[in-house]
């Protein structure tokens, strides 16, 4: 069975200060792995996936993740956070038939 | 592109009353998927659907129906709603899962959100 362990449920930070939201997985075979934000009252959108072509992923938004097999981990990071920034960030994993398991999610403040 | 779309994006219900939420995707996706986002728990997995004409549970379909009777659309029905139901609701499109390069890969709708009086 698959899941998925946002380890945060809410991060603050300074704007211009780095963020790191912390994703842990668990999966029987090779995952694919998302990362997607909702802004209040907002859908969801895709920040970045990894399908196993590269360890790092880059994403929108000057966003990026780096899939680890050894620590079964896919942390969430940016150099430098945005007011705009401000969202509920999910960790996603998906299996073998089609379906998304999401974490729970990470709200992100931005303190100006 | 429209994408993924949903109707109504806004409902009030009283208890007991009935309603269908509307699905539409123009990605000629496979999969269609349904749904509910409640705070701390991240979204859950209503109903699904692989291909027209199919539906499947997912890991919270009591109190809910769904149907596909065409390949774009995905209905999402409340017989008798209850105030545990009062939620938002996501419909979300993909790749068939065996398909090279899907990677899983699932495009949202805007929600809809419903609360049960």
């Known amino acids: 069975a698959q899941s998925v362990t946002q380890l945060d449920s809410h991060v603050s930070v300074s704007e211009g200060t780095p963020v790191l939201l912390r994703c842990n997985y668990s999966?029987?075979?090779?995952?694919?792995l998302f990362w997607y934000v909702q802004h209040p009252n907002k859908g969801l959108q895709l920040l970045l996936k990894?399908?196993?072509?590269?360890?790092l992923v880059k994403g929108i938004n000057g966003f990026e993740a780096e899939f680890k097999k050894s620590e079964t981990s896919f942390h969430l990071t940016k150099p430098s956070a945005h007011m705009s920034d401000a969202a509920e960030y999910f960790c996603?994993?998906?299996?073998?038939?089609?379906?998304?398991?999401f974490g729970q999610g990470t709200e992100l403040s931005v303190k100006p | 592109n429209a994408g993924v779309t949903q109707t109504p994006k806004f409902r009030v219900l009283k208890t007991g009353q009935s309603m269908t939420l509307l699905c539409a995707q123009d990605?000629?996706?496979?999969?269609m998927y349904w749904y509910r986002q409640d705070p701390g728990m991240g979204l859950r997995l209503i109903h699904y659907?692989?291909?027209?004409?199919?539906?499947a549970k997912g890991e919270v379909p009591d109190g809910y129906n769904v149907s596909r009777l065409k390949k774009q659309n995905f209905l999402l029905g409340l017989e008798s709603a209850a105030p545990s139901q009062t939620s938002v609701y996501f419909c979300?499109?993909?790749?068939?899962?065996?398909?090279?390069?899907?990677?899983?890969?699932?495009?949202f709708g805007p929600g809809t959100r419903l609360t049960v009086l």
């Open positions: 999966s029987s075979y090779s995952p694919s």
């Open positions: 990605m000629n996706h496979e999969y």
């Open positions: 990894y399908t196993s072509a590269a360890t």
């Open positions: 996603v994993v998906g299996n073998q038939g089609g379906k998304l398991i």
């Open positions: 979300a499109s993909g790749w068939d899962a065996g398909r090279v390069n899907s990677y899983n890969e699932q495009f």
């Open positions: 659907s692989v291909g027209e004409g199919t539906t």
